[in-house]
């Protein structure tokens, strides 16, 4: 059993920055496949990032270049570093984990994960 605690949501204006971090509790942290997603009033939740046991990284086109996922296994972490944020990036975002075989639904499908987090609250304001 894995729990995900996500923290560093807030509100901030268009252009600015927020760093999301995911804790996880259990030993195996770095065995896990671990991603972002994000969730809009009124919308289906999406993939936002994610990076592989092996550091492998993949995003979502609206924000490569703008966000950054990354891990500490050390610290049993992984971060969102969010740049550049627009009003569009509002969402409640959520951490998730999986061991790797993500269902047969692919790293990229909310289905494909195991383990998730409560969601943080994200808001950019124009």
């Known amino acids: 059993q894995v729990q995900l605690v996500e923290s560093g949501g807030g509100l901030v204006q268009a252009g600015a920055s927020l760093r999301l971090s995911c804790a996880a509790s259990?030993?195996?942290?770095?065995?896990?496949?671990m991603g972002w997603f994000r969730q809009a009033p009124g919308k289906e939740r999406e993939f936002v990032a994610t990076i592989s046991w092996r550091d492998s990284t993949y995003y979502t086109d609206s924000v490569k270049g703008r966000f950054t996922i990354s891990r500490d296994n050390a610290k049993n972490t992984v971060y969102l570093q969010m740049n550049s944020l627009k009003p569009e990036d509002t969402a409640v975002y959520f951490c998730?984990?999986?061991?790797?075989?993500?269902?047969?639904?692919?790293?990229?499908?909310?289905?494909?994960?195991?383990?998730w987090g409560q969601g943080i609250q994200v808001t950019v304001s124009s």
């Open positions: 998730a984990a999986d061991r790797g075989d993500f269902s047969g639904y692919g790293r990229f499908a909310a289905e494909g994960y195991d383990y």
């Open positions: 259990g030993r195996t942290f770095s065995a896990f496949d």
